[in-house]
C-alpha cells in the first residue's frame, strides 16, 4: 500500500515533469524572435510576389475589366504608389500577364513592417485585338509595407537600371 | 442530519431481529452519523424513537442506542475504517492513473507542436534571420561571380584559374563549355568584360547549401583599332544561384539564367 503510494507520486511527479518540460519548448519555440522572424519573412516574400503578378498584369480587352485591373492594382499597392496608380485611367489596349519566375527578400524590418524585394518577371503581353503575344523580362526591385497582419502591399516599385548604359539592350 | 439519524433508528426499531443477529450492517449505517455527530446521536436518538414509534419501539430504543454508543468505537476502527479508505484508494488509483496519462499526452502534445514550429521549411530557412551568414553567402557569391564574369585579354588564364575556386560541380562544367565557346571570340576582338553585382537575394539558406537570386550588369568594351573610342555595351543579367557551403567558402555549383 504504502510502497504504491509512493510509485504512484513518483509517476507523477515525473508526468507532471515532463508536462512542464513540454510545454516549456512549446513556449519557447512560439516566442521564439528568430522564428517569428522566419514566419514573417516567408509571409512578406509571399505576398510580395503575389502584389507583384498582379501590379505586373492588365486585361485591357475591355474597357471594364481594365478599370477592374487598376482596382486590382490599386488594393495590391500602397501610398504613393497606391496615389500614383489611381491616377491611371482605363482605357482599352494592350494586356500583360505577368509571371513572377524567382523573388528574394533583401532586407526585412519586423519592427518597422518594412521590407525590400528583388523579383524576375516574365510578362507575356498581348496586342490589342489579340496578335501574337511577346515576351519581355523584367528585373524589378520593390518596398514593401506591413499593412496588416500578414499583408504586405507594394510601396515602391521599379526597374533595376543596368549601370551605365546608354546603349541599353535589355532592359 | 436529524433525518438520517432518525431513519437508522427507525429501521432499527422496526426490524428488532435484525437489532441483535445481523450488528455488522448497521453500525455501518449509523456510523457515518454518529462519528460526525456523537452529542447529537446519542442525546436525540432515544428521544425521537420513543416519539415515533411509542407503541413496541420504546422498551427497544434504549437498548438501540446503548448499542449504537457501545457499537461506535468497534465501527469506527473496522467497518468504517475499510470503506473509508479502500473505496477511495481505487479511486485515487483510477484518478491518479489518468492525470498521469494525461499529463504524459499533453507534454507529448507540446513536445510536438514544438518540433512542429521549429522543423518547418520556414525555420530552416537562415536567409535573413541569421544576418551574418546571409551577407557572407551573398558576398562569396557576388564576387564570384563578378570575378568569373570579367574578363581583360591580359589576364586570360587568371579566369580559369579564378574560376577553379568560385565554381564546382554543374556551374564549373557549363562556365567551361561557355567560355570554350567564347574565348575565341574574345582574344580575337581584344573584348574586355567587367561584370558588376547590382543586387543579392538569398532566397534559401541554411547550413551548408544557398540559393540566391542575383542581378548583374555586364560592360563589354571592344578594343577596336579602327575606332579612335572603343565602344561598350551594358547588359543585365538574372540568375539563380546554387551555393555550397565546401571548406572555407562557399562554391557555386548551379547557374541558371532567370
Known amino acids: 500500500m504504502r510502497r504504491g503510494r509512493i510509485l504512484g507520486a513518483g509517476a507523477l511527479v515525473v508526468a507532471l515533469g515532463f508536462c512542464g518540460t513540454g510545454a516549456w519548448t512549446y513556449a519557447q519555440a512560439r516566442t521564439d524572435e528568430g522564428l517569428a522572424f522566419s514566419r514573417e519573412r516567408d509571409t512578406a516574400l509571399a505576398e510580395g510576389r503575389d ?14 475589366h481594365a478599370a477592374a485591373g487598376i482596382r486590382a492594382w490599386r488594393d495590391a499597392s500602397t501610398g504613393p504608389l497606391r496615389t500614383e496608380l489611381g491616377r491611371t485611367t482605363p482605357a482599352v489596349g494592350a494586356s500583360a500577364r505577368a509571371t513572377v519566375t524567382e523573388a528574394a527578400l533583401t532586407a526585412l524590418d519586423t519592427r518597422a513592417g518594412t521590407a525590400k524585394l528583388i523579383a524576375t518577371v516574365r510578362v507575356d503581353v498581348t496586342p490589342r485585338g489579340g496578335g501574337a503575344a511577346t515576351t519581355d523580362r523584367k528585373r524589378l526591385e520593390a518596398v514593401l509595407t506591413r499593412t496588416g497582419e500578414d499583408t504586405w502591399r507594394v510601396a515602391a516599385l521599379s526597374a533595376v537600371p543596368v549601370a551605365g548604359a546608354e546603349e541599353n539592350e535589355d532592359e | 442530519m436529524t433525518r438520517l439519524l432518525r431513519r437508522t433508528t427507525t429501521a432499527r426499531s422496526t426490524e428488532p431481529a435484525t437489532d441483535g443477529g445481523e450488528a455488522p450492517e448497521q453500525p455501518e449505517e449509523t456510523a457515518v452519523a454518529t462519528t460526525r455527530t456523537p452529542a447529537v446521536a446519542t442525546t436525540r436518538t432515544p428521544a425521537v424513537a420513543a416519539a415515533e414509534a411509542p407503541g413496541d419501539a420504546a422498551p427497544e430504543a434504549p437498548g438501540g442506542a446503548t448499542t449504537l454508543v457501545e457499537g461506535e468505537p468497534e465501527a469506527t476502527d473496522g467497518d468504517a475504517e475499510v470503506p473509508v479508505r479502500s473505496f477511495p484508494a481505487t479511486w485515487q488509483k483510477a484518478a491518479l492513473v489518468s492525470a498521469v496519462a494525461a499529463l504524459l499526452l499533453a507534454g507529448s502534445a507540446f513536445f510536438h507542436g514544438a518540433h512542429q514550429l521549429t522543423s518547418t521549411s520556414s525555420a530552416r530557412n537562415h536567409a535573413l534571420t541569421d544576418a551574418g551568414a546571409t551577407a557572407r553567402v551573398g558576398g562569396d557569391v557576388g564576387e564570384g561571380l563578378a570575378r568569373i564574369f570579367s574578363y581583360t585579354p591580359a589576364s586570360d588564364d587568371a579566369v580559369e584559374r579564378s574560376a577553379g575556386t568560385v565554381l564546382a560541380g554543374r556551374a564549373a562544367r557549363q562556365y567551361a563549355d561557355l567560355f570554350a565557346q567564347v574565348r575565341a571570340k574574345l582574344v580575337e576582338q581584344r573584348i574586355t568584360l567587367s561584370t558588376q553585382t547590382v543586387r543579392t537575394g538569398v532566397i534559401e539558406l541554411d547550413e551548408d547549401s544557398a540559393r540566391l537570386l542575383v542581378f548583374l550588369d555586364q560592360t563589354s568594351r571592344r578594343d577596336d583599332a579602327r575606332q579612335d573610342e572603343p ?3 551594358s547588359a543585365a543579367a538574372q540568375l539563380t544561384v546554387t551555393a555550397k557551403f565546401q ?4 562554391l557555386i555549383v548551379d547557374i541558371k539564367a532567370r
Open chain 2, 231 to 233: 565602344t561598350a555595351t
Open chain 2, 247 to 250: 571548406g572555407e567558402r562557399w
Open chain 1, 51 to 64: 502584389r507583384l503578378t498582379v501590379l505586373n498584369s492588365l486585361d485591357a480587352s475591355t474597357r471594364e
